[in-house]
């Protein structure tokens, strides 16, 4: 009986695919954190059969971090194993393939990403470990700034969780990179009337919001709330609504088997015909190529 293999569809999985337009425009407008950018984002828990290969390899660069579990990949020809600890660069346009172990099954964080020094950047991490794979030692800050990166994205795509969450990247690659002079990590949370709305934006997801009622949850009035929104995301605070709305579609389009109406009913948009306009124009692709290329 053949073994299966699955891209996703692991239990606790969860993934950000950042919409390509919205980081062509920030990599061209932000010099500063244009350097080396996430495109993708994810966490795969006990991820039983995860298995992938790309023959031509990826467009980005690929960090791979195994937690727990055991696995291998290949990468230009040359074969490693991984367990905990271990984790594994993957240049842009390398021939490669990795698959979780099927007794003992893998638990990873990875990333995607490139820019304009994310050659030179992989070039040294490879030089350093003197390969493609090494091992660190474990380190909670490490994942709490993976969780960091993730959390600020899944807010939107503001542009200071941009910035933000790219400039973690620094730190994240460089935790691999200089191991032992990984500096200690402290988290902060931000208490502001726009962060404050974003939270209640993520908590009613599932409902058609007014600009109102969002100003209201924070006691604004709808211009007031509506500039400070736009001055510090540079989104309207709708539009970014609608941001959440359509990255939380890509995981039910990734991970679930719900019809095109069945997500828009679950993210309170009635007309479905409304909802794959509003993700075609986010996301470049109609709801169903987006799944299509998913598989």
């Keep these: 009986m053949p073994v299966l293999k699955k891209r996703e569809g ?75 600890g271990s984790f594994i660069i993957i240049p842009a346009g390398s021939a490669h393939s990795y698959s979780s172990a099927e007794e003992d099954s893998w638990t990873i964080y990875w990333i995607h990403f490139t820019g304009s020094l994310s050659k030179k950047m992989v070039e040294t991490l490879k030089q350093k470990i003197n390969g493609y794979s090494s091992r660190v030692a474990f380190k909670q800050k490490r994942i709490d700034l993976f969780d960091d990166m993730y959390a600020c994205l899944e807010r939107g795509y503001g542009n200071d969780n941009l910035c933000y969450a790219n400039l973690c990247l620094y730190h994240f690659f460089s935790s691999f990179l200089y191991d032992d002079q990984f500096n200690l990590h402290e988290k902060t949370h931000a208490d502001d009337p726009v962060e404050l709305s974003i939270s209640f934006m993520q908590q009613h997801i599932a409902q058609a919001l007014s600009l109102e009622e969002i100003a209201r949850s924070v006691n604004f009035s709808a211009s007031h709330y509506s500039a400070l929104f736009r001055k510090k995301t540079g989104f309207a605070p709708i539009e970014y609504f609608n941001h959440l709305k359509i990255q939380l579609a890509c995981q039910y389009l990734h991970f679930t088997e719900l019809r095109v109406k069945e997500i828009a009913d679950k993210l309170g948009i009635e007309d479905p015909y409304y909802f794959s306009r509003l993700f075609t124009k986010l996301m470049g692709m109609s709801p169903n190529q987006y799944r299509s290329s998913k598989t």
């Excluded at 932000?30 to 995860?50: E, F, L, V």
């Excluded at 031509?56 to 660069?61: F, I, N, V």
């Excluded at 690929?62 to 020809?77: F, H, M, N, P, S």
């Design 10 to 84: 692991f239990q606790g999985q969860k993934s950000i695919v950042l919409p390509r337009k919205i980081i062509t425009e920030f990599s061209n407008s932000n010099s500063i954190a244009s350097g080396m950018y996430i495109t993708d984002i994810g966490y795969y828990p006990k991820a039983k059969y995860h298995y992938r290969q790309r023959t031509h390899g990826s467009d980005q660069h690929i960090l791979i971090y195994c937690l727990e579990g055991k696995g291998k990949a290949q990468v230009q020809k040359s074969n490693y194993t991984l367990q905990p």
